[in-house]
Each structure stands twice: as structure tokens, then as C-alpha cells.
Nanobody, 125 residues
Framework: VQLQACGGGVVQAGDSLRLSCEAS????????VAWFRQAPGKEREFVAC????????YYADSVKGRFTIARDNANNAVYLEMTVLKAEDTAVYSC???????????????????WGQGTLVTVSS
């Protein structure tokens, strides 16, 4: 199983960016896929996820209304569309996948066995 996160870069505050998580060895439609981020000197935090069953989405309060997670079954990928980026969004963004059952809180990182390598997003103000 491999998850390849890409799309990071350096942008200005207010700009938009789309991150991609391309999977091989698993079908994203059969897994809950999440994005987490880790800023320098801070702990990793949940950003967004899309459930394997039904496609329900969850967002951290800090990104709700600005970020959108979407799944592309045809390309076996999950995207994170980020708009109105802020300096505090600067972090390494990683995607993760897990066969979470519906009753499991999808915002907990240790529940995901498969992780991509991360892509750096830098937002300058």
C-alpha cells in the first residue's frame, strides 16, 4: 500500500491550493481517508476526512467552510481543496487511510494504519 501526497507549495494568504492523495494497493472508495497536518513545533492535528461508507465528510473547526475533501474513485485519489489560506495553515499535510467502522471517531490519527509521506504547505502573510 502506498499513499502519495502532493500539491503543496508556497502561497500568499488568501490564495487557494489543492492537495492530492493518490493511492496504490488499496481502493480509496473502501477506506476512510483523512488529511492531517503538523506545523513546526506542534502536534499533528486532524484536518478533514471522508468516510468509506456513504462518503460523509468531517472537518476540523479551523478549516470548516474553507477546505473541501473529495474522493475520485476513477483515479483512486482523494483531494483536499484549500481556499482562503491563512498563515496558520502552514504545515506538512499528510494523508492517511484506514478501514474504520462507522462507530469509530475518524479524527484520531492512530486509527489509520496507512500514511503518505506529507507535502509542505507554506502560507505567507
Amino acid at each position: 500500500v502506498q499513499l502519495q501526497a502532493c500539491g503543496g507549495g508556497v502561497v500568499q494568504a488568501g490564495d487557494s491550493l489543492r492537495l492530492s492523495c493518490e493511492a496504490s494497493g488499496l481502493a480509496v472508495r473502501s477506506y476512510t481517508v483523512a488529511w492531517f497536518r503538523q506545523a513546526p513545533g506542534k502536534e499533528r492535528e486532524f484536518v478533514a476526512c471522508i468516510r468509506r461508507s456513504g462518503g460523509a465528510t468531517y472537518y476540523a473547526d479551523s478549516v470548516k467552510g474553507r477546505f473541501t475533501i473529495a474522493r475520485d474513485n476513477a483515479n483512486n485519489a482523494v483531494y483536499l481543496e484549500m481556499t482562503v489560506l491563512k498563515a496558520e495553515d502552514t504545515a506538512v499535510y499528510s494523508c492517511a487511510a484506514g478501514a474504520l467502522i462507522l462507530s469509530t471517531d475518524p479524527r484520531t490519527d492512530w486509527r489509520y494504519p496507512y500514511w503518505g509521506q506529507g507535502t509542505l504547505v507554506t502560507v505567507s502573510s
